[in-house]
Nanobody, 118 residues
């Protein structure tokens, strides 16, 4: 079955940390670019971070220095480590994959809720 499954969301206090996981099946994970998008209520969806097949990462300015995206090709899993979290990080986070020639994501996960609140 072709799918991306996210886990690790939840409630965290401001300044705290969470790690999201994205496990893929049915795709050639090692050649895919893996991304994390988020969407907060009333806001547009935004790309948070992306990692290439070679491990090169890009981040939105709003999360640079706080979030780290990594991948383990042996486990078909990508990890988004989120530190120094802020209330404005509250959103549904979606994992995506796109093939080497794709401009947009080919596959989306179901999403996981992240809430930053005291």
């Amino acid at each position: 079955q072709v799918q991306l499954v996210e886990s690790g969301g939840g409630l965290v206090q401001p300044g705290g940390s969470l790690r999201l996981s994205c496990t893929a099946s049915g795709i050639v994970f090692r050649v895919a670019k893996i991304g994390w998008y988020r969407q907060a209520p009333g806001k547009e969806r935004e790309l948070v971070a992306e990692i290439s097949s070679g491990g090169i990462t890009t981040y939105a300015e709003s999360v640079k220095g706080r979030f780290t995206l990594s991948r383990d090709n042996g486990k078909n899993t990508a990890y988004l480590q989120m530190n120094g979290m802020k209330p404005e990080d509250t959103a549904v986070y979606y994992c995506t994959s796109r093939g080497p020639l794709s401009i947009r994501p080919d596959l989306w996960g179901q999403g996981t809720q992240v809430t930053v609140s005291s």
